[in-house]
């Protein structure tokens, strides 16, 4: 969890996504991310850090799928335009994880 929690950091303060093939292939892992993700981001949350897994998006259509809107619902973030839901979340785990100059 650590190397997942610290690949995702890097690409959330580089402003960046990173989709689940390259995930899984960055950290040699096979099979459903999912529940990873998504024990990441409630860990995250909770600790006022945000929603992690916004960063891991679908090849096809370079988004998160619905799970994560669900999850960022269930959060307490207003997801009726969920493009701007998911931008605004980038943006402060962005903010939050910058590198320091």
Known sequence: MDLLRALLVG???RGETITYEQLR????????????LRALSEAE?????????????RAD?????????R??????RDVA??????????????REHAPSA
């Open 25 to 36: 292939a960055e950290l040699g892992l096979e099979g459903d991310l999912v529940p990873l």
């Open 81 to 94: 335009d969920r493009e701007r839901a998911w931008h605004a979340e980038r943006d402060r785990l962005r």
């Open 45 to 57: 949350a909770d600790a006022g850090r945000g929603l992690l897994s916004a960063v891991v998006v």
């Open 11 to 13: 690409v959330a303060g």
């Open 61 to 69: 259509i370079g988004r998160p799928g619905p799970g994560w809107f």
């Open 71 to 76: 999850l960022a619902a269930e959060r307490g």
